[in-house]
T-cell receptor, first 111, second 114 residues
Framework: RKEVEQDPGPFNVPEGATVAFNCTYS??????FFWYRQDCRKEPKLLMSVYSSGNEDGRFTAQLNRASQYISLLIRDSKLSDSATYLCVVKGVQGAQKLVFGQGTRLTINP | GAGVSQSPSNKVTEKGKDVELRCDPISGHTALYWYRQSLGQGLEFLIY????????KSGLPSDRFSAERTGGSVSTLTIQRTQQEDSAVYLC????????????FGQGTRLTVV
């Protein structure tokens, strides 16, 4: 089993739709969680951290369920510029600060 | 500089040659990571440094791959006797100590082995 698993997609949704991504992680001792965004042929960049109580940043909402070892990302009112690959990241799986990336979920927003 | 800097940005090398890839992390960042990404694939973990030591080097694909970090700053990833399957983008990231701290990536080195 992979340490961090995501549905690879691709997801193709119309502009304005709401889309949700899920991610599961295997090690219950994992300490922190993030969503990164990667545009084509670019480096990954932090989209948002994921907190136990859930958190929101504009149109983006992240949730963490430690009991189920499950992380989610919700994008509301999607824009063309949201088209990218979304990477689920878990820190502290093995050793203090190792960052483990999921394979990524590819999202395309269609006009 | 303000961000993570990697050099060279592109490298074309002949099969069998050795290559060195360099990463300059953000000043003060004690954690440094190397990843590899093949075209259309996810990020493959290679090695992680905490200061100058590497607590986890489990991702290095073979003994042709090695990495070091000096002065708690610059890191070099060396690939000996390169093979065509080594062709990929090599990404470096750095972060502050502690949980909850985000990692910042460099723009990567695109390695092509011909």
């Amino acid at each position: 089993r992979k340490e961090v698993e995501q549905d690879p997609g691709p997801f193709n949704v119309p502009e304005g739709a709401t889309v949700a991504f899920n991610c599961t992680y295997s090690n219950s001792a994992s300490q922190s969680f993030f969503w990164y965004r990667q545009d084509c042929r670019k480096e990954p960049k932090l989209l948002m951290s994921v907190y136990s109580s859930g958190n929101e940043d504009g149109r983006f909402t992240a949730q963490l369920n430690r009991a189920s070892q499950y992380i989610s990302l919700l994008i509301r009112d999607s824009k063309l510029s949201d088209s990218a690959t979304y990477l689920c990241v878990v820190k502290g799986v093995q050793g203090a600060q190792k960052l483990v990336f999921g394979q990524g979920t590819r999202l395309t927003i269609n006009p | 500089g303000a961000g993570v800097s990697q050099s060279p940005s592109n490298k074309v090398t002949e099969k069998g040659k050795d290559v060195e890839l360099r990463c300059d992390p953000i000043s003060g960042h004690t954690a440094l990571y190397w990843y590899r990404q093949s075209l259309g694939q996810g990020l493959e973990f290679l090695i992680y440094f905490q200061g100058n030591s590497a607590p986890d080097k489990s991702g290095l694909p073979s003994d042709r791959f090695s990495a070091e970090r000096t002065g708690g700053s610059v890191s070099t990833l060396t690939i000996q006797r390169t093979q065509q399957e080594d062709s990929a983008v090599y990404l470096c990231a750095s972060s502050l100590e502690g949980v909850g701290t985000e990692a910042f990536f460099g723009q990567g080195t695109r390695l092509t082995v011909v």
